[in-house]
């Protein structure tokens, strides 16, 4: 499996910004498909995932209602629209993949992860 994340910048806060990850190398229709993002001197947190078979999303608490989780079936493409964004979102965003039905929202649960995207909001 491999992820290839894409589409961070620099960004004001209040704007909008859009990630993708693109996957390859399985069929992912037995996938979880998660985004994750690792501040400066912080821990790598959860951020949203999408359940690939059956399109269910979930999300951080912190995220919930500013950030959408999507994929296209037909492009092997997860994406991550974020909206109304934060300095506090600044982060290394990473893309990462499970083959499981359910979501975990630990690290460890996942097997497959892309290289990061920097975002960056300014204040």
């Known amino acids: 499996v491999q992820l290839q994340a894409s589409g961070g910048g620099l960004v004001q806060a209040g704007n909008s910004l859009r990630l993708s990850c693109a996957a390859s190398?399985?069929?992912?229709?037995?996938?979880?498909m998660g985004w994750f993002r690792q501040a400066p001197g912080k821990e790598r947190e959860f951020v949203a995932a999408?359940?690939?078979?059956?399109?269910?999303?979930y999300y951080a608490d912190s995220v919930k209602g500013r950030f959408s989780i999507s994929r296209d079936y037909a492009k092997i493409t997860v994406y991550l629209q974020m909206y109304r964004l934060k300095p506090e979102d600044t982060a290394v965003y990473y893309c990462?993949?499970?083959?499981?039905?359910?979501?975990?929202?630990?690290?460890?649960?996942?097997?497959?992860w892309g290289q990061g995207t920097l975002v960056t909001v300014s204040s």
């Open positions: 990462a993949a499970r083959l499981a039905s359910s979501v975990v929202t630990l690290t460890t649960g996942y097997s497959y």
């Open positions: 999408i359940v690939w078979g059956s399109n269910s999303t």
């Open positions: 190398g399985r069929a992912f229709s037995n996938y979880v």
